[in-house]
């Protein structure tokens, strides 16, 4: 079935408005939505480093409060006995309130004094904190974490080896802080995103330290993806890239996990801590979603009006070359004199105009061949109009009665066939 003109510049038109329609939207989209995707994951990197360098500088003053104490004239002094240390620090531990407990160890590793007056005079087992201090003559900072059954709590350690006046390590001082005070400094340094954001931190080995979400996970669970992630961090840290994210598609839904490298803050040099914070996708990206949904809004109803405009615009062109198509039709069926009247100032005006001036030409050039055929018909001798090849062209009543012909046995025949073979030879010589 053959697909009308009207039909084709409809579709036409319409292709072309569907396709800019929807490019203007892609590029709307693009510019504005990507970008503040963008700006959103951007946001995230920067959330996951300020939250990593929060920890890092809690863990920096603790150092610095370590070294405080172990610097203390009193704790630092051969001459103090047990008690004079516990009462200094005692007083400590009600100035940096963050602590559990603190502890003074001889180079034993024999428990001196303590604040909550536990295990003094045992020996301590030999720990992270004490090859640190002992064993390399370096200030422990939370690179000892582990879970302490007396006190029920995940347990960051902290250690600095005291020094008498000429410089001689005799004793180490501890103090014991509480892994859930970094819950605190967690999710101030989070704010809005803590909300619908689960929050890991890990070791360089992949051990849960801390989690807002999985707390019988602390010291105890290995992270599932961490090989993949120490893949990847290597990549970026080769790169010197602390902070990146990355898309990951679950059973249930979409989620962004954000990275950020622990490094540390002035002298502190850090344990190769690792933050991670995963969002789901649609939660992170919700601004994005509803510009998105926006556009789509503001970009369907111009769609739709424009379609009217087209189908307006198409029919406003199409009506009169359909005028032009049915009135050269009657032309043809030789309803000469037809005049359209359509009012247009472009080319189909100008169409319209030749049209009009063709019709009454013809009914002119009509009328006069209709009289000269009249007249023809009429006259009383014989007439017969060939061509110069010979071919009967018209033929009058009079022509008729003389040869005993009808019209249809001599149109478009050969004028011999009514000539004579001496009429033949004369006609030859008459027409050359």
């Known amino acids: ?225 961490w090989e993949d992630i120490k893949k990847n961090m290597m990549n970026k840290m080769v790169r010197n890239i602390r902070g990146y994210f990355d898309i990951h598609k679950g059973i249930k839904e979409e989620n962004i996990y954000v990275f950020a490298n622990e490094e540390g803050y002035q002298d502190f040099k850090g344990n190769g801590w690792t933050l991670i914070m995963r969002i789901p996708t649609a939660k992170a990206f919700a601004p994005a979603i509803e510009l998105r949904d926006r556009v789509i809004a503001v970009s369907l109803p111009i769609i739709i009006f424009s379609i009217f405009i087209v189908l307006f615009f198409a029919n406003s062109v199409v009506k009169p070359i359909i005028k032009l198509r049915d009135a050269a039709a009657e032309v043809g069926r030789g309803n000469l004199g037809i005049e359209l009247k359509i009012k247009s100032r472009d080319e189909i005006g100008e169409l319209t105009d030749s049209f009009n001036k063709m019709s009454k030409s013809l009914q002119e050039t009509t009328v006069s061949r209709d009289y000269v055929d009249n007249i023809v018909r009429s006259m009383a001798e014989a007439l017969i109009v060939a061509s110069l090849d010979g071919v009967i062209k018209t033929v009058n009543r009079a022509a008729l009665k003389l040869l005993e012909y009808k019209e249809e046995e001599l149109i478009g025949k050969h004028i011999n066939m009514i000539f004579t073979a001496e009429e033949k030879i004369f006609k030859e010589l008459d027409l050359d």
Not at 2 to 20: C, E, V, W
Not at 54 to 64: G, H, K, W
Not at 117 to 123: E, S
Not at 137 to 144: E, H, K, L, M, P
């Open 1 to 225: 079935m053959p697909i009308s003109f009207k039909l084709k510049l409809t579709l036409l038109m319409l292709g072309i408005t569907l396709a800019l329609g929807i490019s203007i939207s892609y590029i709307v989209y693009i510019s504005n939505v990507k970008t503040l995707e963008r700006q959103i994951t951007k946001g995230l990197e920067d959330t996951a480093l300020k939250t990593m360098d929060a920890i890092d500088m809690v863990l920096y003053e603790r150092s610095l409060d370590i070294r405080l104490i172990a610097n203390d004239p009193i704790i630092s002094s051969r001459s103090s006995t047990s008690k004079i240390i516990t009462e200094r620090l005692i007083e400590y531990r009600n100035l940096f309130k963050i602590y559990i407990s603190l502890s003074f160890f001889d180079v034993n590793l024999i428990r001196m004094a303590d604040t909550s007056m536990m295990h003094l005079g045992r020996k301590n087992k030999t720990s992270q904190w004490s090859e640190d201090v002992l064993g390399n003559g370096v200030v422990s900072s939370a690179s000892d974490i582990r879970f302490v059954e007396e006190l029920n709590a995940a347990i960051i350690y902290f250690a600095s080896p005291v020094k008498d006046k000429n410089g001689n390590v005799f004793g180490v001082v501890v103090a014991l802080m509480p892994i859930g005070k970094l819950y605190d400094v967690v999710s101030k340094a989070v704010g809005i995103h803590g909300e619908d954001t689960e929050i890991d931190l890990i070791n360089r080995g992949g051990l849960l330290l801390y989690s807002n979400y999985n707390r019988k996970g602390i010291l105890k669970e290995r992270l599932a993806m």
